[in-house]
């Protein structure tokens, strides 16, 4: 989760699991570099399998999820506005959705912008982290380079950004197995799926296990479980708070499946990796 603070700008590197809420005061860059990502913007979903670029404004709720080198540069509009004064800024300003309003903003980036990209962010990490003299000046800088290749890319129309949408195309089972990696705390259905790839619930069923040699929520409750086995390994979340984390309401339900896929309970395997 973002949270506000005292920092200017912020960048987040190769977390598939960006979320924002609705916030004043704040303008998100989401860049991925490389692979795809399942991106929810608002009521939006898109499925990206592109190099691409979003401005999103604060009031605009944000989620991800992902494969591949991705950034998320997290600034106060505060900051960004004050860039814009500048007369180099004003004539970028026009790339910047409304802050309250949106809409987001949506770029295809071609090879040469990413290989520009990725090490302007890293110095905007970088100077973040260390603050040495001048180091605002620096990040402008490297703000002001990457609004000039987005200028240069071009805002994707309604149009082409539609081309992403999940709705409009139909899924191959390969499809469903990604989404499913990416999305498995979510709660979908046989039928929901089904749709996606134009089958009837039987025959994707059938055609599900035959390519991905498990049938379906066989698959997801596996994907649930090593998710949860990460987590048991990583931090300090309790049982019921993981088991909501990867998908389950119900932690009975967690737990016996949990013990079918690794011969004990949740809380066992935590005590085994600390003792």
């Known amino acids: 989760m973002i949270h506000s603070g005292p920092v200017i700008c912020q960048i987040y590197h190769d977390s598939y699991h960006h979320v924002s809420t609705p916030e004043e005061g704040r303008l998100l860059f989401f860049f991925q570099l490389e692979g795809s ?8 979903v898109l499925d990206v399998q592109d190099s691409c670029a979003f401005i999103m404004p604060s ?8 494969r591949g080198r991705a950034r998320l540069l997290d600034c106060r509009i505060s900051y960004i506005n004050s860039l814009l004064k500048s007369s180099i800024g004003s004539a970028l300003s026009s790339l910047l959705p409304s ?15 990413v290989l520009r990209l990725e090490p302007l962010l890293d110095i ?11 180091y605002l000046d620096m990040i402008h800088f490297q703000i002001f380079e990457i609004l000039i290749l987005l200028r240069r890319e071009g805002a994707l ?41 134009n089958l009837n619930p039987s025959y994707f069923s059938r055609a599900f296990r035959e390519k991905m040699g498990l049938p379906l929520f066989e698959y997801i409750n596996r994907m649930r479980i090593g998710r949860a086995v990460q987590l048991l390994k990583n931090t300090n979340l309790a049982i019921l708070e993981i088991a ?8 009975s339900f ?9 011969g004990c309970s949740p809380g066992e395997f935590r005590k085994k990796i600390l003792e």
Not at 127 to 132: A, D, H, P, V, W
Request: glycine fraction near 8%; charged fraction near 25%; include cysteine.
């Open 37 to 44: 990502a399942s991106v929810h913007l608002g009521g939006t």
């Open 59 to 66: 009031a605009l709720s944000f989620r991800v999820r992902g």
């Open 99 to 113: 802050v309250k309003t949106g809409p987001f903003r949506a770029y295809c980036l071609s090879g040469h912008s």
């Open 124 to 134: 905007i990490s970088e100077e973040t982290g260390l603050k040495r003299s001048d």
């Open 157 to 197: 129309s309604q149009a082409d950004i539609e081309t992403w949408s999940v709705s409009q195309r139909v899924w191959q089972i390969e499809d469903v197995a990604e989404f499913i990696d990416s999305n498995y705390d979510i709660p979908f259905t046989l039928e929901e799926l089904a749709v996606r790839c």
């Open 244 to 251: 909501m984390t990867v998908g389950y309401n119900n932690v």
């Open 254 to 262: 967690f737990n016996r499946y949990f013990r079918k896929l690794k």
